[in-house]
Every structure is written in C-alpha cells, then in structure tokens.
C-alpha cells in the first residue's frame, strides 16, 4: 500500500505505532528526488560542457579559414552557374 491510495490514512490511524512508516516514505521520497536531481543536472552539465566545446571548435575553424583565404590558401568561392 502507498501513501496515494485512497482510504490509507483511515488505515494509518487505526494502527498503532505506525508513524514510522510514513517517515521512512518520506525520507525514501526525498532520497529518489536528490538522486533525480544529481543525476538531471549532471547531464545537463555534460551536455552544456558538449555546446561549448563544439562552439569553441567552430569558432576556431572558422579563424582558420579566415586567415588561409587571407593568405591566398582558401579555395575561392565559386560563382553560381548561370
């Protein structure tokens, strides 16, 4: 039985000593939320860190191929075919 299911306090009341019960589920609730949370922000962070990294890749690339097609390296653009 769950703490959600419907009659389960009339159930908790008639019972003696079961105040136990309702602190384990609840320090069992708050236990899988902190792992939820470490585990969600940690691949948010990952994914973050990925997005730099990629940014930090292109704007190199693109730094590169700005001062090859300075330097005459660089293929030139070619025209559209008319």
Known sequence: MTLTTTGHVDVMRSSDGADWEVAVAVGIILFATLVY????????????????????YRTRIGQVGAHAHGIGLAPRPRAPDA
């Open 37 to 56: 949370i470490y585990v969600s922000a940690n691949f948010t962070a990952l994914m973050l860190r990925m997005q730099s990294e990629i940014d930090r």
